[in-house]
C-alpha cells in the first residue's frame, strides 16, 4: 500500500454463521489501491505462530496476549461475541487526527513503556525515540495537520469495493462472497483509527 496515495480500507465483521445475525468472530482488513485488492500482512512477532493469522479472532487475542504478558481485559469483558452483541445495538463510528497527552503515543511506533526492556517481545512497537510524540512537538510543527474521509460505506461482504486480488495474497482464502455480515469502508490513509479503537477496549 502506498500510503502517500489514496486508497481503501474494508472491515469486513465475520459471524460465526455466515449471517449477519450470527455470533461475532472475526474482524478482517483489507486494502484497495489502484484497483487490485491487498489482503492483510500475517502477524510476525516472537512468541506468535508464524504465518498463522492475519485478522482479528479469539485464538490471536489469546496468542498475543501470552506472548506479551498482557491481561485479557478484552476477553473478561466478553470478546468479539460480547462485542457484536453491542455492534447489533448500535454503534457510532468516530474519525479523528489527534495526538497523544497521555503517553505520546509510544504504544504505536516507539517503546510501549519506558520502563521495560525493549528485548522483551511485545514492548518494542517501532523505531521511533521514546522522547518523540509530545503533543508540543507535534502541535508545533504540524499546526495545520488535516485528514479528509470519504466515501463511507458499509454493505454485505464484497459489496462496498471492486478489484482483483494482487499476487502477493493468493495464498489466502477468503469466505467474503458467501459470508453475510457488514462491511465498512474507510478511504483515507489513517486507517489506524479502528485498530486504536479495538485496542482501547482490549
Not at 512477532?45 to 496476549?65: F, R
Request: proline share 2%; glycine share 8%.
Amino acid at each position: 500500500v502506498d500510503t502517500t496515495k489514496k486508497f481503501t480500507v474494508v472491515t469486513q465483521f465475520i459471524s460465526s454463521d455466515g449471517t449477519a445475525t450470527g455470533d461475532l468472530t472475526e474482524i478482517r482488513r483489507l486494502y484497495v489501491q489502484n484497483g487490485v485488492v491487498i489482503q492483510n500482512s500475517y502477524v510476525n512477532v516472537p512468541g506468535i505462530t508464524a504465518n498463522t493469522y492475519n485478522s482479528i479472532t479469539e485464538p490471536l487475542c489469546d496468542a498475543q496476549k501470552a506472548a506479551f504478558g498482557d491481561k485479557t481485559q478484552f476477553e473478561a469483558k466478553g470478546g468479539l461475541k460480547q462485542m457484536g452483541v453491542a455492534a447489533k445495538n448500535g454503534m457510532v463510528l468516530v474519525l479523528s487526527d489527534w495526538d497523544d497527552h497521555a503517553v505520546n503515543m509510544l504504544w504505536l511506533d516507539s517503546t510501549s513503556t519506558t520502563t521495560s526492556s525493549v528485548s522483551t517481545s511485545g514492548v518494542a512497537r517501532g523505531t521511533w525515540a521514546t522522547t518523540s510524540g509530545t503533543p508540543t512537538d507535534v502541535e508545533t510543527n504540524s499546526p495545520n495537520a488535516s485528514v479528509t474521509y470519504s466515501n463511507i460505506g458499509f454493505g454485505e461482504i464484497g459489496s462496498t469495493y471492486t478489484g482483483t486480488t494482487s499476487l502477493s495474497s493468493s495464498a489466502i482464502t477468503s469466505s467474503s462472497s458467501t459470508n453475510a455480515a457488514t462491511t465498512s469502508t474507510y478511504t483515507t490513509s489513517q486507517w489506524y483509527a479502528l485498530l486504536l479503537f479495538l485496542r482501547s477496549i482490549r
